[in-house]
């Protein structure tokens, strides 16, 4: 395996034609350097991440990057090699379900990434407990059709799935009254007004707040997903006004 430092002219030519979707330089690159794929950059804090990595970081949505991730994985990069060195050990579909980027996670899942690996921002959890916990609704649904286990009662209720929900009370007759508001204030955030309701006849407080947020369940309710926030930011780092 390839290490390199993360200001070297190499790795800054690689994130370039990422971030630019630029597929011929990208090529060029590899071409080049046969180990790029399977490198590994190293930052100031000795932590490393892989090439995959730089396509799937914040805030995501690269030209070409559903593109780029096949062109990497043919080329013999990992899609399940964790960050390493850092507070947590989040693959590139944590990444990339961190910014709702379904069309590079859906290219991840075909290379091979598993969505069931740990490691991530979220508890040292799953892409789904990243997806969900950070409002990424689409990759979350994406995790789920392409089977990501879906054991958790916050998981269902925040995702609308109300026979999950019903299946997971009835396991658990005597829930923890925390698991009850978490799950509300998740079914608030994705907008899940029948499994709000649920959970409310079953117990749960209107103004609970979970121990991760200090949010209620209505500022999650009308807060934007993490889709909507980064399109929100890109408009006005493009110059677009609003009218109000």
Known sequence: MEFIKHDDPLAISFVHAVKTGNLDALRRLLDESPGLATGRAVDRQGNSRTALHVVTDWPGYFPNGPMIVKMLIDAGADPNAPIIGGWHSETPLHWAASSDDVNVAAALIDGGADIEVLG????????????????CWNVARLLVQRGARVDVLWHAAALGMMSRVEE?????????????????????????????????????????????????????????????????????????????
């Open 168 to 244: 997971l009370m009835a396991s658990n007759p005597s829930p923890n009254p925390d698991e009850i508001n978490a799950a509300f204030w998740q079914a608030c955030h994705g907008g899940q007004r029948r499994l709000a309701e649920y959970l409310l006849s079953r117990g749960a407080d209107i103004n609970g707040t979970p121990d991760y947020t200090s949010s209620t369940p209505l500022d999650a309710a009308g807060g934007i997903d993490t889709r909507r926030d980064t399109m929100v930011t890109w408009l006005k780092s493009q110059g677009a006004k609003s009218s109000k």
């Open 120 to 135: 991530g921002s979220i508890s040292g959890g799953t892409p789904l407990d990243n997806a969900v916990g950070y409002g």
